[in-house]
Every structure is written in C-alpha cells, then in structure tokens.
C-alpha cells in the first residue's frame, strides 16, 4: 500500500482533468450545431477560466484546514454536476456557462489538492522519490486525463452517437469509479490554520522565474488546439471537429512524452529546463503565426507538437520547482498560486479574437510569441541571480 498510495489519488486526478478538457472539441459542434458565434465559444473558455481560479485559491488552503480527502471528494462530485450541466444545456448558453464554471472549479481541486497529495504520498512516511519525479506524476496524471478527454469525446462529436450527451455521461460514469478508489486513499494532512501566502524565503524566485514561464503551460495549449482549428476554419469545413479534436491529442501526446525527459533537459542545462521550454513555445507560436497565414491544415500537426512539448515541459518543470520551494505546511497553497498563474493561458484564445478585428491573425500571433520571449529574458536573468531551494 505505502509504494502504491499515490495511485489511489491519482485515478481522481485523471478524471477531472479528463472533465475539464473533453470539452474543448465539443466546441465547434456547438457552432455548427446551435450557431454560437467564435466570440460565445470563447467565453467559454472565459467562464472555465473564472471558475478555476478562485478554485485554486480556495481548494489550496481548505485542503491544508481539512485534509486533502474531503476536498478533492467535493472536487469530483463538482466534476459530475459540470458533466450534468453540460449534457442538458447544449442548447442553453447560460447553462453551458455554468457547467464551464463549476468544471473549472473540480479541475482546480484536482490541480491543487491531487498534486499535493501526490507529492506527500512521494516522500516519507511513504517511500520517497526525487522532486522531479514527484512532480512527474502529478502532471502526467493531469496531461493523461487532458488528453484522453478530448481524444474521445472529439471522436463521438465527430462520428459518434448522441454527441452533445453521451461524452458527458461517460464522464460521469468514470468519475463515480475513481470516486470509490479515492476512499481509500491515506490522508497526509494534519488540519491546521488556513493560509494562502507566498512565503517571504520563495518569493523572489516564485515571481522571477517561476510566474513568468506558468501562462505558457496553457497558452501552448490554447494556441495548439483553440487558436490553430479557428483561424482555420474556412478551411476545413465539415471536418473542424476532427482536425481540432487531432490537434489536442497531437499537442497533448507529445506534452506528456516530455515530461519523463525534463530531468534529463535540466542536468544538461545546468537546471534551465523551464527556460528550455519557453525557446520550445515561443517557436511554437511562431509556427501558428505561419500556419495561420498560409492556410495549410497539415501544418498545424507539427506546430501542435512543438506547442504539446513547450506546454509539457513548462508544466512539469514549473511545478517541480514550486514543489522544491514550498513548505510542506504551505504546498497546497504555493501550488494554488502556481496554478491560478498557468491558466492565464487560457486567456489568450479570447484576446486574440477580441483584436481580431484590428488586424489580423498571423499579425497578432507575432506580438504574443515576442511576449513568450520576453517571459524567457526574465526568466533567464532571475535565475541566474536566485538558487532553488532544496
């Protein structure tokens, strides 16, 4: 039980990230099917954004109060009520608004409080791993979960039955199974104050290296599979579900078939893996600029999985390095913050459709990659000027 403990949090995980993701190919059925214009698909986005983050903020500090075990319970049934939601509001933008929110808020509780957990149940009393390694199953879990939802529910939206229904039921059905294997989970948090603090030793290194790489961890994603499949619409007619549906899993592969090589990355850069990943997305949306303005569908693989892997590798570092700096009184909370940072990604499908009308797409892609640049100078300067804490 005590080597195997973190597999019982980890199905949980899964779940929820898979319920906060399977949603993202949905989203050009939903434009075919009850005319939603681009500017509603991304307030979507926009509401999932607004659910998730006070979701960190809260899910960190209740689970250091109660333990880790009740919170993320609530978590998955918060997950099912988002699946409910989303099943019977296909035709009601408000409800399908608030379905995005609360599905947001359950993959907050499983960001948060699963990464901690798992984490915790990664060292002592339980056989301990190295940080990296700690911080690798907790966001591979997640990428697992991030990938695999969209994977199916694109294929029934594409070609399956009942498609504005049956992704969530099977949701539903897979989070009342890791529901029942989380029971049983060992909990690692003795209750104690409620906190949500950045601590005074961490904060030059939290706010000089680790929050300007976070926004790229799911503005990779979004580029890679929200951006890419809309300003190529035109271009694939019938068929936008699909290719938006190959990109997230594209982008999603190769951002989990990085991550077991950030280790590797960081002993050869002398710890500049992060750093390594930020090269890796500013090429990345580079390449969208280009795809954007040749209308070349085929293109949008390989710019996806350089996007995948910028995405993977900022995700698992970013999170190692939080996981090396946080007291364990505070992980919950240091995690929460990392996390509120990363999803601000999330935004930039919404910005960039929002300026759209001044000019456009490839023009506007140019501006966000010299940003991811700018993010990798600071990034850069303040590492060599801070050591991570050990």
């Not at 700096?325 to 240091?334: F, V, W």
Request: aromatic share 8%.
């Amino acid at each position: 039980m005590g080597e195997r403990a973190w597999w019982r949090v980890a199905p949980v995980v899964f779940a929820l990230a898979y319920g906060g993701n399977h949603f993202s190919p949905l989203l050009q059925l939903y434009r075919q099917q009850e005319g939603y214009t681009q500017v509603q698909v991304d307030l979507l986005f926009a509401a999932y954004i607004v659910g998730i983050i006070p979701g960190f903020l809260i899910s960190g500090p209740l689970s250091d109060r109660f333990g880790r075990k009740p919170v993320l319970l609530v978590g998955a049934v918060l997950g099912m009520a988002a699946s409910a939601l989303l099943g019977l509001g296909a035709a009601s933008f408000p409800l399908l608004s608030a379905g995005r929110l609360v599905s947001g808020a359950s993959v907050a509780a499983a960001m948060v409080v699963g990464s901690s957990w798992v984490k915790e149940l990664s060292t002592p009393p339980y056989p301990r791993v190295a940080p990296q390694v700690a911080a690798r199953r907790a966001s591979l879990t997640l990428t697992a979960g991030f990938g695999l939802g969209p994977a199916v529910s694109g294929v029934i939206a594409q070609w399956g039955p009942a498609p504005t229904v049956l992704p969530y039921v099977i949701h539903i059905a897979v989070t009342v199974v890791c529901a029942a294997i989380l029971v049983r989970a060992p909990e690692t948090v003795v209750p104690g104050p409620l906190r949500l603090r950045l601590p005074r030793g961490v904060r030059g290194r939290f706010v000089g290296v680790v929050v300007p790489a976070a926004p790229w961890v799911f503005g990779c994603a979004s580029v890679a599979f929200a951006v890419t499949p809309a300003v190529l619409v035109a271009r694939l007619g019938t068929g936008a579900i699909g290719y938006a549906t190959l990109l997230a899993v594209v982008a999603l592969l190769f951002g989990a078939g990085v991550q077991p090589f950030a280790s590797r990355i960081g002993a050869a850069t002398g710890g500049g893996q992060l750093a390594v990943g930020l090269v890796i997305a500013t090429v990345g949306v580079l390449g969208a600029a280009g795809v954007a303005a040749v209308q070349q569908p085929w293109l949008g693989v390989p710019v996806a999985a350089v996007l995948g892997t910028g995405y993977g590798l900022c995700l698992v570092s970013g999170l190692t390095e939080v996981q090396r700096m946080a007291p364990r009184e505070e992980l919950a909370g240091l995690t929460a913050l990392y996390y509120s940072a990363t999803y601000l990604g999330f935004t930039f499908p919404v910005i960039l459709a929002s300026l759209s009308t001044l000019a456009p797409e490839p023009l506007l892609l140019l501006p966000l990659a010299a940003l991811c640049a700018g993010c990798l100078a600071i990034v850069l300067v303040h590492s060599a000027r801070s050591v991570p804490r050990r």
